[in-house]
């Protein structure tokens, strides 16, 4: 996907100091090398993306000071749902039986 937006990347790097003066922390639509317009947010950057330019690749970011690098789990669709949580098996705590005492007044069941 980056190859497929390597252009509005290179955009978004070579405005990055305008866009941070005038759009701090707003989400930006980028297409080819124009910057479409700045959004309060991501979701209204992405309807517009789509009402003018159609289903074509465009890019929404956040412009930031700092960049973020995000991490994530590639989960299988064959895998237990645990090892995308969890990274592997839940460990289950067993509690101990401790032995009871029946009292002396009861008589043993019979079952």
């Given amino acids: 996907?980056?190859?497929?937006?390597?252009?509005?990347?290179?955009?978004?790097?070579?405005?990055?100091?305008?866009?941070?003066g005038a759009h701090e922390a707003k989400f930006v639509l980028i297409y080819g090398d124009r910057v479409l317009g700045?959004?309060?947010?991501?979701?209204?950057?992405?309807?517009?993306?789509?009402?003018?330019l159609g289903n074509v690749p465009f890019l929404v970011k956040q412009v930031v000071k700092v960049e973020v690098p995000?991490?994530?789990?590639?989960?299988?669709?064959?895998?237990?749902?645990?090892?995308c949580?969890?990274?592997?098996?839940?460990?289950?705590?067993?509690?101990?039986?401790?032995?009871t005492e029946r009292s002396p007044n009861r008589s043993p069941r019979r079952g």
Avoid: H, V
């Fill in 85 to 99: 949580a969890y990274g592997s098996a839940p460990r289950l705590k067993r509690r101990s039986r401790k032995p």
């Fill in 38 to 52: 700045a959004f309060d947010s991501q979701m209204d950057a992405i309807t517009s993306g789509y009402r003018q």
């Fill in 1 to 20: 996907m980056t190859e497929m937006l390597s252009k509005e990347l290179k955009t978004y790097e070579a405005n990055a100091e305008s866009l941070l």
């Fill in 70 to 83: 995000l991490s994530f789990r590639i989960c299988r669709p064959w895998a237990p749902w645990w090892r």
